[in-house]
């Protein structure tokens, strides 16, 4: 859009007049935000509002994407970015005498999600809309988000995200497009006198009611403006027959009330059913009450309409879906069976055995009766179909009912006409392994999608020294189409350039340790090497591994004080579930490492560890450009894809990485002398998983380097973990190490090792930064969701695509 500074401070002045009726130095920051923010939706309407009414018009095919999580990050700068106007208001607000960088913190960042799975969903409503692709979000609206992480003498702990309680400028309530989505009761089939038809008649259910709230989701300098729906649980209006308590009001409330803080297990909690089959049924029902508004007959709706299931959690819509056809619709069931598959496609994102959802039949015939008995016809005429031709025992094994519980997974691939994995691997493990047998049912249905991030956030945002830098080398081409970035790799042997580029680290690095410096109190230095693992707190993820490698390195400087060694620091940003305790024993042991590490006079200024509280997309924003080398070290087969290492990438930092998930098309992209790759690989994990012969003590026996390490954790080196060590020691030795930390480790310390030679020439260094920068644009989510837009919801994005 047109805007000049002058018209923004009119803007501006005039609103916080009509908001506040303050003088602008009356308002606090967060006021400051909200009158800026405020104004900003007024600037994006038009184009919400015309994207909206064409979409309407026209008819364009839509895609809905299904998601329990999103963690869109703070909107203001995107907004503005995407808008064309980022320059013109942070101008004008200096103008005004605001500081843009304050008002920019003080928007809240919604946590509505866990990780990796609900920051893939907000890059590609990000990449949507940039690809001019008809795209809605469908979610949830969680009243609290993931929790606040603090740190109390070292231990996690989680305060309430209260993120909604100044407001949420960017959302729109549509209380006139409210669904009631139908819970518990009793429901038979009775035949309709007129008609002659089976319809379902509902007893004593619980009725809530879902009321959306919009978000706007901008494109790129496009004049796209595309739709994130958030459901939230209310009561229904008050019958002239019936009262509501207090209590009523908040069992219903609870449904949206809180994000589970649990990415990694399963936990059949009926809480988190109702918010399932919730926001499902919410979605579908508004699906289709549009979809009636517009259209006459459903038999189109498989070319009109594409629901994208991501992860199980919203695997729901596909019985949901079936049940409007049928009981709404009057279709019959093949017909409403072939329009369900064709509408509905599922992105798995784990293959952990104890994150795999499963619900015990009863409890769904309990509390979703109607959807219970649809799952029950889906599963009989799958067994009546395959039998006979795949056999019983393969059946068995893959139908959606088995031993009480209903597979959610098996579900998902069996009513839709696509199963993806999120990295080459990770499909190739879904195929050979979790989902073995349906492949050998329905090998059409599989492919690949390997995960991308936006770099508008990622690069744009959130490097701005880099973009700059970019833009004169370059020219700023590859900001909408970042295959441009490659053309970089022209400068690889141009020594001012490397110069500049490891300027613009050193300046983001100088931003991070102030940053540092003012929430921790911790002193850095920015000409160290910057050693980055930023993500859930896991064992499959190995952050011990990373752990055992700086004790090592305490030892090796305690040992030989007078040695030269490459100055690092070591940073962490990690949340763990609250009811992972494994998980929140390692917290303790990085903060009781860094606590004694960064006391330790002998260290200098040569090993520092920095624990960063609360990991968020906006902390992300922050460490990521900074960082030398980022680990992606789990357990190879475990990551499915992985994101914040194409985030690192982007930005210049150097993988440390096993042979896992995405890692090995970063690879494969940058070529293997740019990256510092070690560990076990998928098929030494499966050898061993077969052969049964990993003995974590045999190793820990034979080598004196792993022995004095792993001691480390139970001989008080360490202040403060004595229960913590010892569990973890355990972990390792008497429980046999799941994760083959002790067998990585040496490889790892090895990898590590070649890092510090490699920092010392910096020239070198740089060229590998160069590479991987120069091809972060294959990582790009426009081209991950324009190849989804091809070969799973077939929709055209129009002009202007960046091309495969
Ligand atoms: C999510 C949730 C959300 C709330 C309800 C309970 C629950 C249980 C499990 C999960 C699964 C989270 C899976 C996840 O985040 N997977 C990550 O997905 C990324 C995007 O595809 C991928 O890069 C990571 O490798 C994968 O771990």
Redesign the pocket.
């Known amino acids: 859009m047109k805007l000049t500074t002058a018209q923004f401070k009119t803007d501006y002045r005039k609103l916080l007049k009509t908001l506040y009726a303050e003088e602008q130095d009356e308002l606090s920051t967060s006021e400051q935000f909200l009158v800026l923010g405020n104004l900003v939706r007024q600037y994006l309407a038009d184009q919400w509002q015309q994207t909206t009414a064409e979409y309407n018009r026209t008819q364009r095919k839509q895609v809905y994407y299904f998601s329990?999580?999103f963690l869109p990050g703070r909107l203001l700068e995107s907004n503005l970015l995407n808008l064309g106007i980022l320059d013109t208001v942070r101008a004008g607000s200096k103008e005004l005498g605001l500081d843009f960088d304050q008002l920019v913190a003080a928007e809240p960042d919604p946590g509505l999600?866990?990780?990796?799975?609900?920051?893939?969903a907000s890059c590609f409503m990000d990449s949507l809309a940039s690809m001019q692709i008809a795209g809605n979000g469908n979610g949830i609206r969680y009243r609290y988000g993931l929790f606040k992480q603090a740190f109390i003498n070292g231990y996690q702990v989680e305060l309430p995200d209260d993120w909604l309680r100044n407001g949420n400028v960017w959302e729109v309530c549509k209380e006139s497009k409210a669904c009631t989505v139908r819970f518990g009761g009793n429901v038979y089939l009775r035949r309709d006198e007129a008609s002659g038809q089976l319809v379902p008649v509902y007893e004593n259910t619980q009725d809530v009611l879902a009321v959306p709230y919009d978000t706007a989701m901008l494109g790129y300098h496009n004049h796209v403006g595309n739709t994130m729906r958030l459901w939230s649980a209310e009561l229904p209006p008050q019958a002239d027959d019936h009262y509501y308590t207090q209590a009523d009001k908040a069992a219903v409330a609870r449904i949206t009330e809180v994000?589970?803080p649990?990415?990694?297990?399963?936990?059949g909690q009926l809480l988190?059913l109702h918010?399932e089959y919730f926001f499902s049924s919410a979605g579908v029902q508004s699906i289709i009450r549009h979809y009636r508004r517009h259209q006459q007959s459903l038999v189109d709706l498989g070319r009109q309409i594409a629901i994208h299931i991501n992860?199980t959690?919203p695997t729901l819509v596909i019985p949901e879906l079936m049940r409007i056809l049928l009981d709404e619709e009057h279709l019959d069931w093949s017909v409403a069976w072939r329009i369900t598959t064709q509408v509905m496609s599922y992105?798995n994102?784990?293959i952990l055995q104890e994150?795999l959802?499963k619900w015990p039949q009863d409890m769904l015939a309990r509390e979703l009766p109607r959807i219970y008995q649809i799952i029950a016809e889906i599963d009989r005429r799958f067994r009546v179909e395959m039998t006979p031709i795949y056999g019983a025992e393969r059946v068995q094994r893959s139908a959606p009912f088995g031993d009480g519980q209903v597979r959610m997974a098996y579900l998902a691939v069996i009513g839709s006409h696509s199963t993806n994995g999120?990295?080459k691997l990770?499909t190739e493990l879904l195929q050979r392994d979790v989902l073995a047998d349906l492949y050998a049912i329905y090998p059409e249905r599989f492919n690949n999608k390997t995960?991308g991030i936006t770099l508008r956030r990622w690069v744009q945002l959130a490097n701005k020294p880099l973009s700059e830098l970019l833009d004169q080398q370059i020219g700023s081409g590859w900001r909408s189409a970042s295959s441009e970035l490659e053309t970089v790799k022209a400068y690889q042997n141009d020594p001012a350039f490397l110069a500049k580029l490891a300027q613009v680290k050193l300046t983001n690095k100088q931003r991070l340790a102030d940053y540092v410096a003012a929430t921790l109190q911790i002193k850095i230095d920015p000409i160290a090497l910057f050693d980055v693992q930023i993500k859930?707190l896991h064992a499959y993820k190995r952050q011990l591994l990373h752990v055992l490698g700086i004790i090592d390195l305490y030892q090796r400087i305690k040992a030989a004080p007078d040695e030269h060694y490459q100055a690092r620091v070591h940073i962490f940003g990690a949340k763990a579930a609250p009811s992972y305790y494994y998980a929140k024993e390692i917290i303790k042991l990085i903060n009781a490492l860094a606590d004694l590490v960064n006391h330790d006079p002998a260290m200098r200024d040569r090993l520092k560890i920095v624990f960063l509280p609360n990991y968020s997309v906006s902390l992300a924003e922050k460490i990521i450009p900074a960082a030398d080398i980022g680990e992606q070290i789990?357990t190879a087969s475990k990551?499915?894809?992985?994101?914040s290492n194409m985030k690192l990438m982007a930005n210049g930092a150097l993988a440390l990485a096993t042979l896992d998930?995405?890692n090995i098309e970063i690879r494969d992209a940058v070529g293997a002398d740019n990256l510092f790759l070690f560990g076990l690989t998928v098929d030494e994990v499966y050898a061993y998983y077969a052969q049964q012969n990993y003995r974590a003590q045999t190793l820990y026996d034979q080598s004196p380097r792993i022995r004095r390490i792993l001691d480390a954790l139970v001989d008080d080196t360490i202040p403060g973990i004595q229960t913590e060590g010892r569990d973890i020691y355990d972990s390792l030795l008497r429980f046999n190490d799941d994760y083959f930390v002790v067998r990585d480790l040496e490889s790892y310390l090895a990898a590590q090792a070649q890092i510090d030679q490699a920092y010392q020439d910096q020239n070198q260094w740089q060229q590998r930064a160069l590479e991987n920068i120069a091809f972060a644009g294959r990582f790009s989510a426009d081209k991950t969701v324009n190849r989804y837009a091809e070969d799973i919801w077939h929709v055209h994005h129009q002009s202007r695509p960046e091309t495969k």
């Open positions: 329990i999580e999600g866990n990780g990796g799975l609900g920051r893939l994000l589970y649990d990415d990694s297990n399963y936990d988190r918010q992860d959690h992105t994102h784990t994150a959802e999120v990295a990770h995960n859930r789990s990551e499915a894809s992985g994101t998930g995405a």
